[in-house]
């Protein structure tokens, strides 16, 4: 049965063809760990659970890299103001390399809570492949893809001709409304940062390259890290939303520009979520994180269960209200999971697993998926032990 995704730079839902026969490349745009991880997050990272799920249960193998941000990504998308490890750390006293590694740790707690399948998944850090980022500058520098300023290595958008490609982005429109401070010197509004120069600036993070002392910008460590260790070429892309229409693009400038090849397949994106009708922010103080969800009763599998009941592309509004229901439906089918573990052993339903399979191959379409749970748990024809059976199969995935 053949997978559908949604392709972002397509704008359509296409058949999925891995690139190779010996694994799926899978990377994904993973934490800032300058502070806990939000709910918001949390939908990324169960995006990128559920393709790799999807995978496997088609019987393809997953190579997958999620990448940890901890340097370079600066406050605003413009290439302006502070770096947020760097601001963090001004804030509370403690070293940016100790931070990063306490959210670091704090994600990785939290995607296990999630019950995300990270097994044998890479979780490279932008701090560990600062040579391969500089490497990839020097390249862009030797091909006439990037230049320098005073303040740093800039990526030159005028002479990458698809600049914009991903979303349908218009160039001359993003710049026109873009919320950046113009720095005069760039010879285009829309080029960004490859490398940074430290300058006059007291910073902990900062390493030597042959431009000078600085650190790299937001974008090249993706490009840099998914070269490193998928190869040049991706089978899928993943990310929030919010990064299809700078980070995603830049990278695709980046890498393509190096590699001579088109970077990714298949982009995949997950829309927002807003908490009880409001977009979650720090000015409103409703950024969530997982153990608060915790605090207040709830297992995170029931956020999990709830994140499902919609799809992924469609913006959706948490309330406590909704989780609470979330939270009694996954009691309720735990009766198949524990309180049925005396039954004996049953046969997987052979038709509702073709239709669960057809869900799922549907672009991750999980509501229908859902409801075709609870249509199994219904149906009397299917004896007890067959149930727990498929749900238990259902359960690879979901």
């Known amino acids: 049965m053949p997978i559908h995704f949604y392709n972002t730079l397509s704008k359509e839902k296409e058949v999925f063809t891995p690139l190779r026969d010996d694994g799926v490349r899978l990377y994904s745009c993973g934490p800032t760990v300058y502070a806990r991880s939000t709910i918001g997050n949390m939908r990324s990272y169960l995006l990128f659970d559920l393709i790799r799920r999807t995978l496997e249960y088609n019987g393809h ?3 997958q890299v999620v990448n940890i941000t901890d340097v370079g990504h600066l406050v605003s998308d413009d290439d302006h103001g502070e770096d947020k490890l760097e601001k963090a750390s001004s804030a509370t006293g403690e070293s940016a390399q100790d931070i990063a590694e306490k959210y670091t740790s704090l994600f990785k707690e939290d995607i296990a809570k999630l019950n995300l399948n990270i097994r ?3 979780f490279p850090k932008a701090t560990e492949y600062i040579a391969e980022q500089i490497a990839m500058v020097e390249t862009l520098m030797e091909i006439g893809h990037a230049y320098k300023i005073d303040d740093g290595i800039y990526f030159d958008t005028s002479v990458f001709k698809t600049y914009g490609q991903l979303g349908g982005i218009d160039v001359q429109e993003l710049e026109e ?10 010879k285009n509004p829309s080029d960004f940062a490859l490398w940074k120069f430290s300058n006059d600036e007291k910073r902990q993070q900062e390493w030597k390259s042959p431009w000078g ?5 937001w974008h090249i460590e993706c490009s840099a890290m998914s070269r490193a260790l998928l190869g040049r070429q991706v089978d899928i892309h ?5 990064l299809k229409t700078i980070h995603h693009n830049n990278e695709i400038a980046q890498s393509e520009a190096v590699n001579k090849k088109k970077f990714v397949n298949y982009w995949m994106h997950n829309e927002f979520i807003n908490v009880e009708g409001r977009k979650m922010g720090k000015s409103l103080g409703n950024l969530l994180t997982l153990d608060q969800i915790i605090d207040r009763g709830f297992s995170p599998l029931s956020y999990r269960y709830w994140l499902m009941t919609a799809h992924y592309k469609t913006p ?5 209200e909704a989780l609470e ?6 009691k309720k089918l735990h ?8 039954l004996k052993s049953g046969e997987i339903d052979s038709n509702y697993k073709e239709k669960f399979n057809e869900y799922i191959n549907d672009d991750l379409d999980t509501p229908k998926a859902i409801a075709l749970l609870w249509s199994l748990v219904k149906d009397d024809s299917v004896s007890l032990e067959d149930k727990r059976a498929t749900l238990l199969d259902f359960d690879t995935v979901l």
Do not use: C, M
Request: glycine residues 16%.
């Open 335 to 342: 009766r198949y999971f524990v309180d049925e573990l005396s």
């Open 316 to 320: 959706v509004n948490f309330t406590w």
């Open 238 to 242: 993943t990310g929030g939303i919010d």
């Open 61 to 63: 193998a997953v190579k």
């Open 120 to 122: 044998g998944t890479k």
């Open 213 to 217: 002392v600085g650190f790299p910008g």
């Open 177 to 186: 409304g873009a919320r950046v401070e113009i720095n005069e010197q760039k």
């Open 325 to 330: 229901g979330s939270h009694t439906a996954l």
